[in-house]
């Protein structure tokens, strides 16, 4: 991604009165609704001591974990550090960008949720992709991050709640 590239994309959200806001709205909401639903998920499964229980925390914990230390390694400039852009969704952080760790975490959730619930992880998915253009579309990551941090999670998922 250029510069020119990402004004581009941007543009039409930065140009209008309500798109910063609209799309830090989205990304904050998206956020939380992961965060707030993957641990009553967890609850539950605790509460009914469903066997799932362990899987469903370990799975998205363990892979965390690990996509952590990956991303200290890589450490890729942010694009508004590499690219000199003003972004939509404000960061202090520097580097860290590959994998999108947020994104990660979003699309490990919906891996553990099709594992659960096929219904909700379609709904998850949805919610993962949306998250992932905001992203991008907010200047905090590049395409590939995105893509690297979604496509390790569902590999992350599909080892750890199907295979093994």
Known sequence: MTREQYERW????????????????INTLLTRLCYVCYPLALAVLAITRD???????????????????????V?????????????????????NSFPS??????????????????PLGGVFLAVGVI???ARVLGGVHYPSDVLAGA?????????????V
């Not at 450490?75 to 580097?95: F, Q, S, V």
């Not at 990660?104 to 659960?116: C, E, G, K, R, T």
């Open 101 to 118: 760790r947020h994104v990660f975490s979003v699309f490990v959730i919906d891996m553990a949720f099709w594992y659960l619930c096929p």
């Open 10 to 25: 941007s543009a039409p959200i930065a140009r209008h009165p309500r798109g910063p806001a609209a799309l830090k709205g």
């Open 131 to 133: 998250l992932a253009a």
């Open 75 to 95: 450490n890729r400039p942010r694009p508004y550090e590499a690219l000199d852009i003003r972004p939509i969704i404000h960061k202090d952080t520097k580097g």
């Open 151 to 163: 496509l390790l999670a569902a590999a992350a998922g599909a080892l750890g709640f199907w295979v």
């Open 51 to 73: 066997g799932r229980f362990w899987r469903t925390l370990l799975v998205p914990a363990l892979s965390f974990v690990l996509v952590t230390f990956l991303r200290k390694g």
